[in-house]
């Protein structure tokens, strides 16, 4: 597995919890610069599709996998195509003086 990488299994069972109890607080993500870095540098991904999720510690996440030229998602341990997630939520990792924030 990669740096910053969740299973299958993980990311499954975060996005159900999501779809479950959706948070409406949370207005924004801090993603890392290598999770962008890592998932782009797998082998045929040209785009990034971003799934909403809940962890085991009801903190909301967005999960990161790399996606092909034909809009399918890469998800293949066995070919170094992870799910990747150490983003935070806004809130509490929130830039208060963005025009985005204060509205």
């Given amino acids: 597995m990669s740096q910053n990488?969740?299973?299958?299994?993980q990311a499954q069972q975060w996005a159900k919890n999501w779809r479950d109890n959706p948070d409406p607080s949370v207005i924004a993500f801090l993603i890392p610069e290598i999770d962008l870095t890592q998932v782009m540098a797998e082998r045929e991904t040209v785009d990034v599709r971003?799934?909403?999720g809940i962890d085991d510690d009801n903190k909301c996440k967005l999960m990161i996998v790399g996606?092909?030229?034909?809009?399918n998602d890469l998800i293949d341990d066995s070919k170094g195509q992870?799910?990747?997630?150490?983003?935070?939520?806004?809130?509490?990792?929130?830039?208060v003086n963005s025009p985005l924030f204060n509205i």
């Fill in 50 to 52: 971003t799934y909403l």
């Fill in 82 to 95: 992870y799910i990747y997630d150490m983003t935070t939520a806004c809130q509490p990792d929130c830039d």
């Fill in 67 to 71: 996606v092909n030229a034909s809009g």
């Fill in 5 to 9: 990488t969740i299973t299958l299994a």
